[in-house]
């Protein structure tokens, strides 16, 4: 069992940067890939992007290529999200997710097997 707690959402303008943390404690934070997804009101689960457990591959959706930036600290047991020049449509509960095969980068909620609680990011214009 893993568990995921994520922090660092909030408000801001449009053009502004927010930095996601998600702590993982239970299980070898090593042994797993990472992944960021996120969901707006009214919409389904979206992939965001994903880190290998050794972080030397990464992949992005098409929305948030160029802007945002996965990176992970196995030391510390943490991914993160830096997110710049973030614009009114990146409105959602944010939700960092932990795979358990570590050799591919997966996309699909379904391939990930723990979850974070979610934290909310809410950019105006």
């Known amino acids: 069992q893993v568990q995921l707690v994520e922090s660092g959402g909030g408000s801001v303008q449009a053009g502004g940067s927010l930095r996601f943390s998600c702590a993982a404690s239970g299980r070898t934070f090593s042994n797993y890939a990472m992944g960021w997804f996120r969901q707006a009101p009214g919409k389904g689960q979206e992939f965001v992007a994903a880190?290998?457990?050794?972080?030397?591959?990464?992949t992005y959706a098409d929305s948030v290529k160029g802007r945002f930036t996965i990176s992970r600290d196995n030391a510390k047991s943490t991914v993160y999200l830096q997110m710049n020049s973030l614009k009114p449509e990146d409105t959602a509960v944010y939700y960092c997710?932990?795979?358990?095969?570590?050799?591919?980068?997966?996309?699909?909620?379904?391939?990930?097997?723990?979850w974070g609680q979610g934290t909310q990011v809410t950019v105006s214009s």
């Open positions: 880190i290998l457990w050794s972080g030397g591959r990464t």
């Open positions: 997710a932990a795979d358990r095969n570590t050799w591919v980068l997966h996309t699909a909620p379904v391939s990930y097997d723990y």
